[in-house]
């Protein structure tokens, strides 16, 4: 019900930055908790990163904490994702997601929790 498209993947060396968008439904994107997943070849789905509907709460995955920063502008209905310090271990293809009616008291880590996906931007990082 709610279309998504990534943008801004590719290709970088360790050490360097990517910054993905996720372009959203207008009317509905402010009701929406928003997040990034991301999946590499053989490995199931796994959670990066949300933001909740009004921006107030951020939640990240360990392994990108500290690196990356979740962002979104409502009034543009746009959520981004800004990675730095990549490493080669965050090789993977990234989706946007939205989910309804989730709960800004918790966590949302899962990706069976959210109910719209995008296409999936790739990120590759050498060396």
């Known amino acids: 019900q709610v279309p998504l498209v990534e943008s801004g993947g590719g290709l970088v060396q360790a050490g360097g930055s990517l910054r993905l968008s996720c372009e959203a439904s207008?009317?509905?994107?402010?009701?929406?908790?928003m997040g990034w997943f991301r999946q590499a070849p053989g490995k199931e789905r796994e959670f990066v990163s949300t933001?909740?509907?009004?921006?107030?709460?951020?939640d990240y995955a360990d392994s990108v904490k500290g690196r990356f920063t979740i962002s979104r502008d409502n009034a543009k209905s746009t959520m981004s994702l800004q990675m730095n310090s990549l490493k080669p271990e965050d090789t993977a293809v990234y989706y946007c997601?939205?989910?309804?009616?989730?709960?800004?008291?918790?966590?949302?880590?899962?990706?069976?929790?959210?109910?719209?996906w995008g296409q999936g931007t790739q990120v590759t990082v050498s060396s």
């Open positions: 997601a939205a989910g309804q009616m989730m709960y800004q008291a918790v966590a949302h880590t899962s990706p069976a929790e959210f109910d719209y």
């Open positions: 207008g009317r509905t994107f402010s009701t929406y908790v």
């Open positions: 933001i909740s509907a009004n921006g107030g709460r951020t």
